[in-house]
């Protein structure tokens, strides 16, 4: 791929104030949601049972609001390549580059690599302010004890797999509203609707569901009807995966 | 130059293009006419590569338009004059396009001067009028300094002062020698514009030829006298085989008899004449007589 596609995708990426407001919401909710559990943990620790301190989850509690953060990073990928399509640009677009898949490709790497900074950068501070509160009252941790790095960095890992995800929607759907639509079906609806199986089949199926795989590859602690987290990480990027090899089949075989 | 070979569009049970077969040559200004959903977008888009023909090619400079190897330096299209995100600056916009299409940066200062809008270059897209958006998508097909350039109704929206402008851009192109195509469903606007004219209808060819040529063809040959005398002009008229109509308090319409001829009449029996001239059909009632099969036939199409 040429830098070419990278550098023009920067540039569209960069230059419509859509993207800051995101990535300003999408630090917000974090954080807030962050520093709120963070705090209410730390008043409570005290007087907390063992059997509750010990089920306390120091890394994803407080990292609860990505759950809402995916979404908005979500929405902005999605946008990147359907606002193409509902405003005329993509023609524009495609007669500049003709070969499709790699103005695709171009537009995937520069929004997961944004993705990727972003949610480094917000949920790494995240981390650090919850548990420098936490640390006063007890239950929190560093990123040296075990398990704590690699739960942090599977939840930037799983942004980056909602941004890739997101992005092929957009390109496999070219409508905002129906790609967004999909976009939380597969992230909030598939899990609900596995949740409500009967028993012997949601013992075997929930595991798959996209949203438990995320709290699976995030968690401290091992958690029924789940894979490990390393296996639900990758389960999360297949589900990227298999979108974006979608995306790519489609696009060069359809009118724009 | 833009060659188009019996190119065939369809869009589930829509023929949109139906065999069109033309060539766009360089060095004049080639007006792409035809009523609304006659095919013209389609056209333009399968040249662009951007849908695949069901049959037929279409080659610009010999080439498919998927192998052209830098595409924005050989060809500049404007397709819709809407196709810009509404939040970003006239400047990022082209800037995206120059970089992606390998074109050097400073083309982008460039083009928004000789489109005028410097001014706006750093005010977001979403803020301009049709008329701006049009020089904005003008603009982009500029940037590469393309030997190719193709307008889908570039001036829509424009007032009369930006409808001179596009008018004389479109000349002065062909006049350095480019290859210019533009489409257009007004045959007056046409007239002014272009040399030369592609007409369709319903996706299929119904003239291709220069625009003094199709007049030629297809007026009617109809002359215009005023006399304070039109009642005995006309008798006379008549007698030498001319078709007459009255128009207005003093006008006749004449058909069957040359200029020359009526003025001749006319002085050999004393008849004073106060205006004659030779009326040419407007292009406009060519062209609508030109189509009305094709427009009928898919109003027909629309109404079941
Ligand atoms: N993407 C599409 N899907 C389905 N039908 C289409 C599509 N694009 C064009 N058509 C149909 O093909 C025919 C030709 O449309 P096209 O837009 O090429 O005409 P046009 O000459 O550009 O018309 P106008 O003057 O209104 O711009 C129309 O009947 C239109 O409805
Ligand atoms: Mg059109």
Redesign the pocket.
Same mark, same amino acid.
């Given at each position: 791929m040429g830098t070419e596609l990278l550098k023009a995708e920067w540039i569209k990426l960069r230059s419509v104030r859509s993207t800051y407001l995101s990535l300003a919401a999408a630090a917000a909710l974090v954080i807030i949601v962050a520093l709120s559990v963070a705090g209410t943990t730390a008043d409570n620790w005290p007087t907390m049972s063992p059997r509750d301190r010990s089920s306390f989850d120091p890394v994803s509690a407080p990292l609860f609001g990505a759950l809402f953060a995916q979404l908005v990073i979500g929405v902005l990928a999605v946008l990147v390549v359907s606002s193409e399509y509902s405003t005329g640009l993509i023609r524009t677009t495609f007669a500049v580059t003709p070969q499709r898949r790699k103005v695709l490709l171009a537009k995937v790497t520069v929004t997961t690599a944004l993705a990727l900074a972003a949610g480094a950068v917000i949920l790494g501070a995240a981390f650090l302010l919850s548990q420098a509160v936490m640390a006063h009252g007890h239950g929190g941790v560093s990123l040296g004890d075990p398990g704590v790095l690699r739960a942090v960095g599977y939840a930037v890992l799983y942004l980056v797999a909602v941004t890739v995800l997101a992005t092929s929607l957009g390109a496999i759907l070219r409508s905002t509203a129906g790609a967004i639509a999909v976009l939380f079906t597969l992230v909030f609806l598939v899990p609900q609707v596995l949740d409500h199986l009967p028993q012997e089949l949601r013992h075997h199926l929930m595991r798959f569901g996209l949203q438990r795989a995320a709290a699976a590859a995030v968690s401290l602690h091992p958690q029924a009807d789940t894979f490990s987290p390393t296996v639900s990480i990758l389960l999360c990027a297949g589900y990227a995966a298999v979108a974006l090899a979608l995306a790519l089949f489609l696009i060069g075989r359809r @009118?724009a | 130059m833009i060659e188009v070979t019996e190119l065939t569009k369809r869009?589930?049970r829509?023929t949109?293009?139906d065999g069109l077969t033309f060539t766009v040559r360089p060095g004049r200004v080639t007006g792409f006419l &035809?009523?609304?959903?006659?095919?013209?977008?389609?056209?333009l888009r399968a040249i662009l590569g951007l849908e695949a023909p069901d049959r037929g090619t279409a080659l610009v400079g010999g080439l498919p338009y998927r192998d052209l190897r830098h595409p924005l330096h050989q060809v500049g299209a404007l397709l819709d004059a809407g196709a810009v995100h509404p939040g970003r600056s006239a400047r990022a916009h082209l800037m995206a396009l120059a970089v992606a299409g390998r074109v050097g940066r400073r083309r982008v200062g460039e083009v928004l001067e000789q489109v005028g809008l410097g001014q706006v270059a750093d005010q977001r897209a979403g803020g301009f009028s049709l008329g701006m958006r049009q020089r904005l998508g003008i603009a982009a097909a500029l940037l590469g300094d393309p030997p190719v350039v193709m307008f @889908?109704?570039p001036v829509n929206g424009l007032d009369p002062e930006g409808i001179r402008w596009v008018r004389q851009l479109m000349k002065s192109l062909a006049a350095e020698g480019r290859t210019v195509l533009v489409?257009s469903?007004l045959m007056s606007e046409m007239a002014l514009t272009a040399d030369h004219l592609v007409v369709i209808g319903r &996706?299929r060819l119904i003239a291709d030829t220069g625009v003094k040529a199709f007049l030629a063809e297809h007026g009617t040959g109809q002359v215009q006298v005023r006399s304070p005398a039109r009642g005995s002009l006309a008798g006379v008229l008549r007698e030498h085989g001319a078709g007459v109509e009255y128009q207005g308090s003093q006008e006749l319409l004449v058909t069957g008899l040359t200029v020359d001829r009526i003025g001749d009449l006319a002085a050999r029996n004393g008849l004073p004449v106060h205006e004659l001239a030779a009326r040419q059909a407007s292009l406009e009632d060519v062209f609508m007589n030109l189509t009305r099969d094709s427009v009928e036939y898919?109003g027909m199409c629309d109404g079941n």
């Amino acid at each position: 791929m040429g830098t070419e596609l990278l550098k023009a995708e920067w540039i569209k990426l960069r230059s419509v104030r859509s993207t800051y407001l995101s990535l300003a919401a999408a630090a917000a909710l974090v954080i807030i949601v962050a520093l709120s559990v963070a705090g209410t943990t730390a008043d409570n620790w005290p007087t907390m049972s063992p059997r509750d301190r010990s089920s306390f989850d120091p890394v994803s509690a407080p990292l609860f609001g990505a759950l809402f953060a995916q979404l908005v990073i979500g929405v902005l990928a999605v946008l990147v390549v359907s606002s193409e399509y509902s405003t005329g640009l993509i023609r524009t677009t495609f007669a500049v580059t003709p070969q499709r898949r790699k103005v695709l490709l171009a537009k995937v790497t520069v929004t997961t690599a944004l993705a990727l900074a972003a949610g480094a950068v917000i949920l790494g501070a995240a981390f650090l302010l919850s548990q420098a509160v936490m640390a006063h009252g007890h239950g929190g941790v560093s990123l040296g004890d075990p398990g704590v790095l690699r739960a942090v960095g599977y939840a930037v890992l799983y942004l980056v797999a909602v941004t890739v995800l997101a992005t092929s929607l957009g390109a496999i759907l070219r409508s905002t509203a129906g790609a967004i639509a999909v976009l939380f079906t597969l992230v909030f609806l598939v899990p609900q609707v596995l949740d409500h199986l009967p028993q012997e089949l949601r013992h075997h199926l929930m595991r798959f569901g996209l949203q438990r795989a995320a709290a699976a590859a995030v968690s401290l602690h091992p958690q029924a009807d789940t894979f490990s987290p390393t296996v639900s990480i990758l389960l999360c990027a297949g589900y990227a995966a298999v979108a974006l090899a979608l995306a790519l089949f489609l696009i060069g075989r359809r @009118d724009a | 130059m833009i060659e188009v070979t019996e190119l065939t569009k369809r869009f589930g049970r829509v023929t949109a293009v139906d065999g069109l077969t033309f060539t766009v040559r360089p060095g004049r200004v080639t007006g792409f006419l &035809g009523p609304n959903g006659s095919g013209k977008s389609t056209t333009l888009r399968a040249i662009l590569g951007l849908e695949a023909p069901d049959r037929g090619t279409a080659l610009v400079g010999g080439l498919p338009y998927r192998d052209l190897r830098h595409p924005l330096h050989q060809v500049g299209a404007l397709l819709d004059a809407g196709a810009v995100h509404p939040g970003r600056s006239a400047r990022a916009h082209l800037m995206a396009l120059a970089v992606a299409g390998r074109v050097g940066r400073r083309r982008v200062g460039e083009v928004l001067e000789q489109v005028g809008l410097g001014q706006v270059a750093d005010q977001r897209a979403g803020g301009f009028s049709l008329g701006m958006r049009q020089r904005l998508g003008i603009a982009a097909a500029l940037l590469g300094d393309p030997p190719v350039v193709m307008f @889908d109704e570039p001036v829509n929206g424009l007032d009369p002062e930006g409808i001179r402008w596009v008018r004389q851009l479109m000349k002065s192109l062909a006049a350095e020698g480019r290859t210019v195509l533009v489409s257009s469903h007004l045959m007056s606007e046409m007239a002014l514009t272009a040399d030369h004219l592609v007409v369709i209808g319903r &996706g299929r060819l119904i003239a291709d030829t220069g625009v003094k040529a199709f007049l030629a063809e297809h007026g009617t040959g109809q002359v215009q006298v005023r006399s304070p005398a039109r009642g005995s002009l006309a008798g006379v008229l008549r007698e030498h085989g001319a078709g007459v109509e009255y128009q207005g308090s003093q006008e006749l319409l004449v058909t069957g008899l040359t200029v020359d001829r009526i003025g001749d009449l006319a002085a050999r029996n004393g008849l004073p004449v106060h205006e004659l001239a030779a009326r040419q059909a407007s292009l406009e009632d060519v062209f609508m007589n030109l189509t009305r099969d094709s427009v009928e036939y898919q109003g027909m199409c629309d109404g079941n």
